[in-house]
């Protein structure tokens, strides 16, 4: 929690400290390190996740480490009574849970949609009626799609080419009609490329990241799909919590506004894949090409102004110190989080 700005820190601290939230998907990679952020900051915080795209191993910790603080619910959102038991008393409900990745939309396409968008319609539904006050949607830059105009900036339309990107899209419109409908206050954060320490390595399915830093470990040349001059915004998972942090706390309506979630920095992937070469000492492998993969896009970059004119959000952790932190984690870790996908 160092990373918390000292201005920011003492408004989180006084909103949500012994405030009742929950964070679906809160075993996950960056609702695990959004419950690290809440427990710090004295929140009573509810995780509901069913450990499809996770272990209770991180969990685990925090709950050894403040077992007044925080409840776990092992069930999938798609659950009534699970999910009812999770909402419960829930003043913010951070709503993370998703099957999170393209290529695996694309094999299975119904459970994208319906864990994605039929499963943040049941979220919205329970803390609606559990009476909460704001919901915070995990959204994606994927609802860009190629469209080829860079920076993405939030007014231009969806181009949803994945049935990710379209389950996701789905979700901003149902946060936006609960808004409108019901009154619940949500917004919608569209994360670009989060990294960061947990996030797993090993499947076909694993962010780019982990999966070249464990291939670097292995001395294997890290898998590069496409010609690898496909640019993204990759933005430490610090960033997304600190957007996460300011929605919760904000006064006055967003009433189901979207919003980037980015760093605003375009690097390729043959870039990333050279520092990360470097930080891991392994620069000499080199990288291996292998066919672009289905519903990709190409090029990806965020404008970050809406969120920092609507919620004050800046970077607070940069790309390269982000990823010199992160290649460090893993170069130590790697043995224990290998196996899940990103
Ligand atoms: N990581 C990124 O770069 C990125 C980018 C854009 C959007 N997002 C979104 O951010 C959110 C978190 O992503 P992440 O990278 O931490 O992914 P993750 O897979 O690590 O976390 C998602 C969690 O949701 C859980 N889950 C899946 N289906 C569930 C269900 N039916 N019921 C309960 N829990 C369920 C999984 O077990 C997992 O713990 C997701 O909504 C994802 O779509 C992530």
Not at 316 to 322: A, C, F, I, P, S
């Amino acid at each position: 929690m160092d990373w918390v700005p000292s201005t920011e820190r003492s408004r989180f601290a006084s909103a949500l400290s012994n405030q009742v939230v929950c964070v679906t998907g809160g075993a996950g990679f960056i609702g695990g390190h959004l419950v690290d952020a809440l427990v710090a900051l004295g929140a009573r915080v509810t995780v509901i996740d069913d450990l499809s795209n996770s272990d209770a191993g991180h969990l685990s910790k925090v709950i050894d480490a403040c077992p007044e603080q925080i409840r776990f619910v092992q069930g999938s959102i798609l659950d009534p009574v699970a999910l009812g038991a999770a909402v419960e008393g829930a003043r913010v409900v951070f709503h993370l849970a998703a099957m999170g990745s393209v290529p695996r939309s694309v094999e299975d396409p119904a459970r994208a949609w319906v864990v994605n968008a039929t499963g943040t319609m049941r979220v919205l539904s329970a803390a609606h009626k559990a009476g909460a006050h704001r919901v915070v949607f995990s959204a994606s830059s994927s609802a860009y799609g190629n469209n080829p105009e860079l920076p993405k900036v939030e007014s231009m339309g969806c181009e949803p080419e994945s049935p990710y990107a379209a389950s996701k899209v789905a979700g901003e419109g149902l946060c936006r009609a609960w808004s409108g409908s019901y009154g619940l206050d949500t917004v919608s954060l569209r994360y670009f490329n989060i990294f960061g320490p947990r996030q797993r390595a090993g499947s076909a399915y694993a962010a780019a990241i982990p999966a070249f830093l464990s291939a670097f470990a292995d001395g294997r040349a890290p898998t590069v799909f496409g010609s690898g001059e496909q640019t993204r915004d990759f933005t430490h998972v610090n960033n997304a919590v600190f957007a996460n942090l300011l929605a919760a706390v904000h006064e006055g309506d967003l009433g189901g506004e979207v919003l980037n979630v980015g760093a605003g920095q375009r690097t390729s992937v043959n870039e990333l894949a050279r520092i990360l070469g470097e930080h891991s000492g392994r620069g000499d492998v080199g990288v291996v090409h292998a066919p672009e993969r289905a519903g990709e896009v190409m090029h990806s970059v965020a404008d970050i102004r809406a969120i920092e004119d609507r919620l004050g959000y800046r970077v607070v952790t940069g790309m390269e110190e982000g990823l010199g932190e992160t290649a460090g984690w893993y170069l130590e870790h790697l043995s224990v989080t290998d196996g899940g996908e990103g």
